[in-house]
């Protein structure tokens, strides 16, 4: 498990003000889980997934993990080398992957018979596929996904839900993600944690107790409703006018 604890960041603006974008953030991401934050645009999410891989430093408060535990972060825009193979943006910055390791990951991403492609031509989603391909392939502890369902069709989105799921599923890979979406957090996630407020705090965190075989397309069930509501009951508490998406 790893643990938030009190996390703030501060920035200065254009004008050289101090600006804090959010504060004493906690929360704890569950071993083999897909954990959700969901928040809406500007308070802080990338940052926050940044911080918590290690590749921008807070403001105060600390994050507790294993000393040797590895956390990836994938962007919102998926990244790829346009001149580097399938194969080989998989292995890039990697010393030592069998052969073996790699065809299971190609097919775990379902990227079997592209291995030798190029994706400078290709989708946001098969860029996706390389970029999570290329993060289990460092055996992390954590990946941390920010967002980035927001440029792919309406197809490739609900492709990729699966993907993710499938993922965690057969691998036990921990996954934390970051969206303004309703519906894919909902569908995604066993723990989600809403952020907002001016500077953004967690407002709240639940459990999501659905069918592990829910149906994206059943977005309508009682059930689905339910989480859809809480959520946004919980976001008017806080600020009516920020805006969350709720379909996919």
């Given at each position: ?19 804090k974008?959010f504060?004493?953030?906690s929360?704890q991401i ?17 940052s926050?997934?940044?911080i ?21 972060y994938?962007?919102?825009d998926?990244s790829?080398?346009?001149w ?9 910055g ?11 990951l ?7 018979g ?28 954590c990946?941390?996904i ?8 309406q197809l ?15 691998t ?10 309703i ?5 995604l996630?066993k ?5 907002g ?18 149906d994206i ?10 989480y859809?509501?809480e959520?946004?009951n ?7 006018k ?5 379909s996919?």
């Amino acid at each position: 498990m790893i643990e938030i604890n009190n996390l703030s960041k501060i920035y200065s603006d254009q004008f050289g003000n101090k600006v804090k974008l959010f504060e004493d953030i906690s929360f704890q991401i569950e071993d083999e889980k897909i954990t959700t934050v969901i928040a809406p645009v500007g308070s802080g999410k990338s940052s926050l997934l940044k911080i918590i891989s290690g590749l921008e430093k807070q403001s105060s408060g600390d994050i507790k993990k294993d000393s040797d535990s590895k956390i990836i972060y994938i962007p919102s825009d998926p990244s790829s080398f346009p001149w580097l193979s399938v194969r080989e943006n998989i292995l890039y910055g990697l010393d030592k992957v069998n052969k073996e390791s790699i065809n299971t990951l190609v097919n775990l991403v379902e990227l079997e018979g592209y291995e030798d492609h190029y994706a400078d031509n290709k989708s946001i989603g098969f860029r996706f596929r390389i970029s999570l391909a290329r993060s289990l392939a460092q055996n992390p502890h954590c990946i941390c996904i920010d967002e980035p369902f927001c440029r792919m069709d309406q197809l490739t989105k609900i492709e990729i839900y699966q993907l993710i799921r499938k993922v965690n599923k057969e691998t036990n890979q921990t996954i934390l993600l970051a969206t303004t979406n309703i519906t894919e957090a909902i569908y995604l996630s066993k723990k989600i944690y809403l952020m907002g407020g001016e500077p953004a705090k967690i407002i709240t965190g639940f459990k999501i107790d659905l069918p592990s075989a829910q149906d994206i397309f059943n977005i309508s069930s009682n059930e689905f409703n339910y989480y859809i509501n809480e959520v946004e009951n919980n976001f008017k508490k806080v600020d009516s006018k920020k805006v969350l998406f709720k379909s996919i």
